[in-house]
């Protein structure tokens, strides 16, 4: 199927304290595809591939810190994806969203239980189409 390249957006990031959640498995993997919805700050970059629910994470700062990518669904869902150590490439993670539905992301940069650098979240993303949601997915 043909994919189209999404545009990257960069966003401001925001210094704010955090609670540490377990992160969810992951496999590693090559990188994500030319479809994927990109979401990048100065420490870290996700994509999310709407058709397969894949979530793409890689850390962009070998500082010690890893780039965790926290993913929020609009029914009630929460889960995380820890990029590989020292800024080594992609990680891809599995997930299986309810169809017509919506999906945001943000990245947290996490040691342990400590939290240092988060952005803000991304837009919500339709699970079906990959399109900004207007609530109507």
């Known amino acids: 199927m043909l994919r189209f390249a999404a545009a990257v957006v960069t966003f401001a990031l925001v210094t704010l304290g955090g609670a540490a959640v377990t992160a969810t498995p992951a496999a590693a993997a090559g990188s994500p595809p030319a479809g994927c919805r990109y979401f990048t700050t100065d420490f870290g970059q996700t994509c999310y591939e709407w058709e397969g629910d894949d979530q793409w994470v890689r850390d962009l700062d070998a500082n010690g810190w ?12 929460f889960r995380e994806c820890d990029a590989p150590a020292s800024a080594d490439g992609w990680r891809e993670c599995g997930y299986d969203h309810e169809e017509k539905k919506c999906v945001r992301f943000r990245l947290v940069e996490r040691k342990g239980v400590s939290t240092n650098r988060i ?16 609530f109507d997915a």
């Not at 890893?66 to 869902?77: A, C, D, F, L």
């Not at 952005?119 to 207007?134: H, K, M, R």
Request: hydrophobic fraction near 25%; aromatic fraction near 14%; glycine fraction near 10%.
């Open 66 to 77: 890893t780039t965790v990518v926290e993913v929020e669904t609009n029914y009630g869902k």
């Open 119 to 134: 952005s803000v979240w991304s837009l919500f993303y339709s699970t079906s189409t990959g399109n900004e949601c207007g």
